[in-house]
């Protein structure tokens, strides 16, 4: 069953949001948390949505886009793609085929792959790997600056 977001869920989720420059856009949305056993997740739920998704025969709706576990929120791919298409204020890399068929493998990528960095990357960053049209392809982690 879902439900409305608490005070302090609600200010965690929003500042995870300013962290990756999606708070504008993300402002008129409807949240709502979908509790099962011991994990909480987060729905972003579009606005035809809004008056059918709190009735309790609900199961699924909108688009997942975390998990809140304690007093952390744990985005999904989902998240990272709306960050992708709607913020311009994220550390990414585009990569050429190359690196697409290594991320497509759960590979490494290497700097030969790599057609542009965002400058101020550093040693240890979370980085959005996006392909040469701007599509995410997956998310890593810099291990240079």
Known sequence: MFRILTRQEKTIILRE?????????????????????NSKYLFLIPSVLEN????PCTCYGGLPIGNLHKKKFL??????????KYSNNFLYVIV???????ILYGRDVFGNSIEYASPGIEENSIILILSESKELLGVGRARFS
């Open 96 to 102: 050429n085929s190359n690196g697409e068929k290594l």
């Open 75 to 84: 985005p999904s791919i989902t998240f990272f793609d709306v960050v992708a």
């Open 17 to 37: 949001f300013n962290k990756w420059g999606i708070f504008n856009y993300l402002q008129d949305k409807v949240l709502a948390v979908k509790e099962c056993e």
């Open 52 to 55: 059918f998704i709190f009735y």
